[in-house]
């Protein structure tokens, strides 16, 4: 306990050195220019979390690790169990939603949907295959720009441009997938990293295609069986053949629907193909790509279609972010997004679909009702200390996330969900500890 201690308040030092600076100190406009606020309050708030944080994480270690691999195997099994239930309530929850009444909420499920459809998409590559890609916003931005310009160029609906732009997205992943088809590991984030940024440069500065840092105003809605939802009402729209009043909650209901659907779609599509001998063929690349060789799989085959498939979900969920937006530009494919969309894989669980869902609401929904409660509380209880908290919370999003990662990290390294079991298996399936596997047992 005296070790634990004593480490915990040397962690509490290092972030009160840390953090003091960077949290603890905030400029402000002043009357005669920018001055320093000091923030006490919040350095002693970062810092019991390093010393409680470092000292539970101390407490856990202290235990043999046969009773730790114990405790999670029997935590993975309670997960499974439960997501049984789980999975029911979501899509009833998911639903349901638009009943709510709330504009705020429909908006929220809209962008947490898109962010699983994402994460879904990029399972499928890093999950599933193994292939480390923090370039997926490239495809997501390709779609995007895809059905931009089809649908101002052309004057074609959304639902004409959607596989449109989900194909040409999984040809650029495919014309990713050929230079690295040898590559793994760091090589392999590198290369997809730079594929990434080359993607936003060239969106960037082709201006005579793209509008360049300008962006593409105006992109076409989508409609319902050639209706549309128009504020104005008359002939062709929905609200004159239904004959009720034109609102705008129409137009975001429906389209929370529609990225609804093509989530499930994403959903149904990545279960199926798991269990085809192509996602067979992805989890033993996944697991051991020499021995996947071996077994005469065609690794490049393997690769392109990973690569292929899941950037066509990502094309489709980004034509969708454009037709939902009515304007994009550069600035909303950066680094980040592909961060943000691969720290939800990682945190649900590689290879699992749940997890993905759960991580993708917890990470995207949970941040902004969290924000949303503190404001409740505040506006309630008339206190100044959860008003503050609540409008300075979005400033410390990316903060949160890696605080996030570094638990899942030490807590449940495979993820919320583990979802590594493979589709088929012979036998019994049995999770052999890590040090039996060291001793040459497993």
């Known amino acids: ?85 789980i999975t029911p309530l979501l899509l009833v929850a998911a639903v349901a939603l638009p009943f709510s009444g709330s504009r705020y909420y429909v908006d929220l499920g809209t962008l947490v949907l898109t962010y699983v459809m994402l994460g879904w998409g990029l399972n499928i590559v890093v999950g599933l295959a193994g292939l480390l890609d923090l370039g997926y916003v490239a495809f997501y931005a390709v779609g995007a720009y895809s059905y931009a310009l089809l649908a101002t160029t052309f004057d074609l609906g959304f639902w004409t441009c959607l596989p449109l732009a989900g194909i040409l997205a999984a040809l650029w992943g495919m014309i990713l997938g050929f230079p690295v088809l040898r590559l793994r590991g760091d090589y392999l984030a590198i290369v997809t990293l730079a594929f990434g940024e080359i993607i936003r440069v060239v969106i960037t500065n082709w201006v005579s295609l793209t509008n360049g840092p300008n962006g593409i105003t105006d992109i076409p809605r989508p409609t319902l069986f050639g209706l549309a939802f128009s504020m104005d009402g008359g002939e062709g729209t929905v609200s004159d053949f239904f004959n009720i009043e034109p609102a705008t909650i129409q137009r975001v209901i429906f389209l929370y629907y529609v ?5 499930l779609l994403t959903n149904w599509v990545s279960l199926r193909l798991r269990r085809l001998p192509l996602g067979r063929a992805w989890e033993a690349m996944r697991e051991d790509e020499v021995a996947c060789r071996s077994l005469g799989i065609n690794i490049t085959n393997t690769k392109l279609t990973a690569f292929a498939i899941g950037a066509m979900f990502g094309g489709f969920a980004g034509a969708f972010f454009a037709t939902r937006q009515a304007f994009i530009s550069p600035e909303s494919f950066t680094f980040m997004e592909s961060a943000t969309v691969l720290a939800i894989v990682v945190l649900g669980g590689l290879g699992s679909q749940l997890g993905v869902a759960l991580a993708a609401v917890i990470m995207v929904g949970g941040l902004e009702m969290l924000r949303d409660g503190l404001s409740w509380l505040a506006d309630q209880m008339g206190s100044p200390v959860f008003a503050g908290i609540a409008s300075e919370l979005p400033l410390y999003r990316m903060l949160i996330f890696g605080v996030a990662l570094v638990t899942m990290m030490v807590l449940r390294p495979r993820g919320l969900v583990s979802g590594r079991t493979p589709t088929v298996a012979l036998g019994t399936v049995r999770e052999i500890a890590p040090e039996l596997v060291a001793q040459g047992r497993g």
């Open 1 to 85: 306990m005296k070790a634990a201690l004593r480490d915990a308040f040397l962690s509490a030092a290092v972030a009160l050195g840390l953090f003091a600076p960077m949290v603890g100190l905030l400029t402000e406009p002043g009357e005669h220019g920018l001055m320093l606020a000091v923030r006490p309050v919040a350095v002693v708030v970062v810092v019991a979390l390093v010393f409680f944080g470092r000292l539970a994480m101390n407490l856990r270690r202290s235990r043999s690790r046969r009773e730790v691999v114990r405790e999670n195997r029997r935590l993975a099994e309670a997960v499974t169990r439960a997501g049984r239930y």
């Open 259 to 263: 990225i609804l659907g093509l989530a």
